[in-house]
């Protein structure tokens, strides 16, 4: 199941080196929590952009001061890891590994607008998110 995790710069950071994060929370496109990535509508992907765009909004918190960038991971989640499901979140059993992330999500400004990243090219800028 895709799921949208908030993250701060220093989490990624010690994500990306220990190869595993624990939280409580992620938030999913379908509230039941069964929804395959393949019979997504027109309508679901649309929730799915409010999911990462909400993710993103809650880095922005996480990160205290009014933050100009959030940051959210695209994962791919296994059922065993799943919780319950309420308003659009789904708690999790187990922390997330690094080969589970797919993509990086920023939002730069106020507009609904996230950057995509994939998970290789990560690395990459963190030294700059991290200043």
């Known amino acids: 199941m895709r799921a949208y995790v908030a993250i701060t710069p220093s989490e990624l950071q010690s994500f990306i080196k220990t190869g595993s994060l624990r939280t409580p929370k992620a938030r999913v496109v379908d509230s039941s929590g069964s929804e395959s990535l393949e019979t997504y509508s027109d309508d679901q992907e649309e929730i799915e952009f409010e999911r990462s765009w909400e993710a993103a909004e809650d880095s922005k918190t996480m990160q205290g001061t009014p933050a100009a960038l959030g940051f959210v991971l695209a994962v791919d989640l296994e059922k065993e890891q799943l919780g319950e499901v309420e308003d659009g979140q789904v708690g999790l059993h187990s922390d997330l590994l690094w080969s589970q992330v797919q993509s990086l999500l920023l939002s730069e400004s106020e507009e609904p607008e996230l950057s995509w990243f994939a998970a290789q090219e990560i ?9």
């Open 123 to 131: 690395s990459t800028y963190l030294p700059q998110w991290l200043a």
